[in-house]
């Protein structure tokens, strides 16, 4: 278990059918040419890394334009949005279930739309429309994006994603399709050439077939197929497709296919990978490319030197920078459409981060950086066909399938290793935070929060003794054991003052409910051995509450939800272990001993059967009322939980900023991958004035992006998702809060004091 005290991501939000990793979930039909030359669970992790990092780079909030907007950038280009952006971020929302980044993604899109209800294709930082009309590619992305969002999340949210889907279509059909004539698929809404051959997407017109009967997208897929590469492909069988072509018969316009074209390859390739035989087409030109860069590389002698940015689409000469990551995701589902494997594992590497030729190996460009974690999902198999797909595990979920037998001793952890969250008993593991006044919880202020599903499995430091992953839970608290005023739900009465406690826990459930595994009993328990570590040092073993007010320690709990009480009184499902965690981040071994599990005693007394004067009733199975001996509480365990714990009268305002540290040069640039940002209200106003040399901070990006939450009445907390990376030369700024909690009165003198 590893604890850290900052928030999470947010994928696998909303609650979705088809949560990240997609392993299994719904197979490519052709899976002949994907690479392995890593394991399932390292290229997951791949792409999980990429995603979190080009989320940090291109997604900004975009506050002036709605409430909660999000929008998608352009580094490259003064920082504008286009409608493309925006479909490829709809698309990766969508398959890493991140519905907090869809939604506010297409709240922006419907706040720019033209006269066809469709959005103009360029918009300013600003928020103002730089270039009207909308551009076909990005408009299927998007209703592609809105039809898998009706699969992941359903439609009876904030957004109706299906009434959403069905509106596009229509606009995409009606201004964009040439539907009266040839059904050619033309550029935008305004103008009817010439033809893109990255805005075929015959993969989404062939799925739209059974979603949307109203047009005849089956027409518009053999003029895809069966005149537009079909007459390229005639005069130039390299199977590389031209930026542009025009007329009738079609024309290439350019000799060249490059930055524009790159995608055809991706999108193209995708109807192959998900429908098989059913689109022959894509096999053959798709495929056609691949045998040529396999031809070119034997050719130049290195792939390195064939991938590069662009190729003649008649000679197949590449040329271009030797460096250039556009090609590369297009490159290597070219190869998986061929079956060819073995190119498919030299391609792979190449597309990610430290390759030289992949994912920000140039610094982060927007363009070549999103084709390079498209080609990486699609590769990893996390690109899946959400509303056509052929689910093996019927019209739900996959869940796992209930095959542990019985063993004298088992690894819970086990499928973690898979990345997967649940354990060898099929229980899933699971967080929850509480604040609660003699057990009944309570509602204001935000006491104690913690993060979701999607933080739970951590593939980014790994796990103790080599692992590759660690079960995680992320949260905070700020009173245990203290006073304040709180408000009780569902009623909303207020109290002046109550003793509150609160924490935040990780959980993991022993044979869930349809499961027959036979892992509840754990009565003849010998002993339970795990790892733990916390980003805060020094927690200390308390059972009593005697030692100071700083000290914080942890419980491993044992739930029996039988046991029950005729008053109600105390957490009597509660058995467990209170232990210390001395270091910060570093993994340490706990052994706990049968003998050491006892009740969470809430009084003075014996232990159960009586414990602070008050009977409890030990049943081995529900609706007992005989009391059983004490030693039958562990036999019908349902989790085990561990969960923060601190002695009364301790607070901790800050304990959910981690270890304060100052504020880097690298920090006003913008937000840094890997860091949580803890800022309060108070600092934010008076800065500018009070402290004149803070004045960058206040008044800098954190003044306008959109907090990840709150802590308390005052806190806020900005969670910027990655990896952190030190970098060479930076310094440090006056931050006051840093200064604040290192005593200093004065700012010493290595701090930066101007922007």
């Not at 792409?47 to 929008?71: D, I, K």
């Not at 279930?97 to 033209?114: C, I, K, M, R, V």
């Not at 935070?433 to 006491?447: H, I, Q, Y």
């Not at 593939?459 to 079960?471: C, E, F, K, L």
Request: glycine share 10%.
């Amino acid at each position: 278990m590893s604890i850290s005290l900052s928030f999470g991501q947010n994928v696998n939000s909303g609650s979705p059918k088809y949560p990240f990793p997609h392993d299994g979930q719904i197979p490519y039909t052709v899976t002949a040419g994907m690479p392995n030359i890593d394991s399932q669970a390292a290229m997951d992790s791949s792409v999980s890394n990429m995603y979190v990092s080009w989320y940090a780079n291109a997604v900004t909030a975009a506050s002036s334009v709605c409430s909660g907007c999000l929008r998608v950038y352009r580094n490259t280009n003064n920082d504008d949005t286009v409608s493309e952006g925006i479909g490829y971020g709809l698309l990766f929302a969508v398959e890493m279930a991140d519905q907090t980044l869809f939604n506010g993604l297409f709240n922006y899109e419907q706040s720019f739309l033209d006269g066809n209800h469709l959005m103009n294709w360029q918009i300013t930082s600003g928020g103002s429309v730089e270039s009207s009309g909308a551009a076909t590619d990005a408009d299927e992305d998007i209703a592609m994006a809105l039809l898998m969002a009706n699969t992941q999340w359903g439609s009876a949210g904030a957004i109706n994603y299906l009434t959403k889907f069905q509106d596009q279509v229509a606009y995409i059909y009606n201004t964009e399709i040439d539907n009266g004539s040839n059904y050619a698929v033309w550029p935008g809404d305004q103008y009817q050439s010439p033809y893109y051959s990255s805005y075929m997407e015959p993969a989404w017109y062939r799925c739209w077939e059974s979603h949307d009967t109203s047009h005849n997208w089956s027409q518009v897929i053999n003029w895809v197929y069966g005149t537009y590469f079909d007459q390229i492909y005639s005069s130039y069988a390299t199977g590389f497709m031209p930026e542009t072509a025009s007329g009738s018969p079609v024309t290439p316009d350019t000799m060249t296919m490059g930055y524009d074209a790159s995608r055809y390859p991706i999108r193209t390739g995708i109807d192959y990978l998900w429908n098989g035989t059913a689109a022959d087409g894509a096999l053959t030109y798709v495929g056609a490319m691949a045998k040529s860069v396999t031809q070119g590389e034997a050719t130049v002698g290195s792939w390195q030197n064939e991938i590069e940015s662009y190729w003649n689409i008649s000679t197949g000469a590449a040329t271009g920078s030797n460096t250039d990551g556009v090609q590369v995701g297009g490159a290597l589902v070219a190869m998986m459409v061929a079956g060819n494997q073995s190119a498919a594992n030299t391609v792979w590497p190449m597309i990610l981060p430290g390759s030289g030729h992949g994912f920000m190996d140039n610094g982060f460009q927007y363009f070549q950086d999103s084709l390079c974690l498209w080609g990486a999902m699609v590769g990893s198999g996390n690109f899946i066909n959400m509303p056509c797909g052929v689910n093996p595990c019927g019209s739900v979920a996959c869940t796992p399938t209930p095959t542990p037998v019985p063993l004298s001793c088992f690894m819970l952890s086990s499928p973690m290793e898979t990345g997967q969250n649940y354990n060898a008993t099929d229980g899933y593991w699971f967080t929850f935070s509480f604040a609660s006044v003699s057990n009944t919880p309570v509602a204001t202020p935000e006491l104690a929060t913690v993060s979701g599903a999607a933080s739970i499995i951590d593939g980014v430091d790994g796990g103790a003794d080599g692992d590759i992953y660690a079960a995680r839970a992320i949260g905070a608290f700020d009173i245990n054991g203290g006073t304040t005023q709180v408000v009780y739900p569902p009623t909303g009465t207020t109290s002046a003052s109550e003793t509150v406690y609160a924490g935040f826990a990780l959980g993991t459930e022993l044979s869930p409910a349809g499961v027959t595994s036979g892992y509840n009993n754990l009565e003849d328990l010998d002993e339970i051995t795990f790892w733990c570590k916390s980003s805060i040092g020094g927690m200390v073993v308390n059972p009593n509450g005697t030692a100071p007010a700083t000290d914080i320690w942890m419980r491993m709990n044992f739930v029996n939800p039988y046991i029950t009480t005729a008053t109600g009184a105390g957490l009597v499902d509660y058995y467990g272990f209170n232990f210390a965690v001395t270091a910060a981040n570093t993994w340490q071994q706990f052994t706990v001993p049968l003998s050491s599990i006892t009740n969470q005693n809430w009084g003075t007394g014996s232990q159960p059967p009586v414990s602070g004067g008050v009977s409890y009733v030990m049943p081995t199975a529900p609706g007992a009322t005989v009391a059983a001996p004490a030693a039958n509480a562990l036999s019908q365990i349902s989790s085990i939980e561990w969960q923060t714990e601190s002695n009364t009268g301790a607070t901790y305002p800050q304990v959910y900023g981690l270890d304060w540290q100052p504020w880097m040069a690298s920090d006003l640039e913008g937000p840094q991958p890997g860091t949580v940002y803890a800022i309060n209200a108070s600092f934010l106003q008076l800065a500018p004035m009070a402290y004149p040399s803070a004045r960058p901070i206040a008044t800098g990006w954190i003044a306008e992006r959109a907090p990840t939450g709150k802590v308390g009445d005052s806190w806020y907390y900005f969670e910027i998702p990655g990896k952190s990376l030190k970098k060479a030369n930076d310094r440090m700024l006056a931050s006051v809060p840093f200064l604040q909690y290192r005593g200093y009165t004065s700012y010493p003198p290595d701090f930066v004091s101007t922007h």
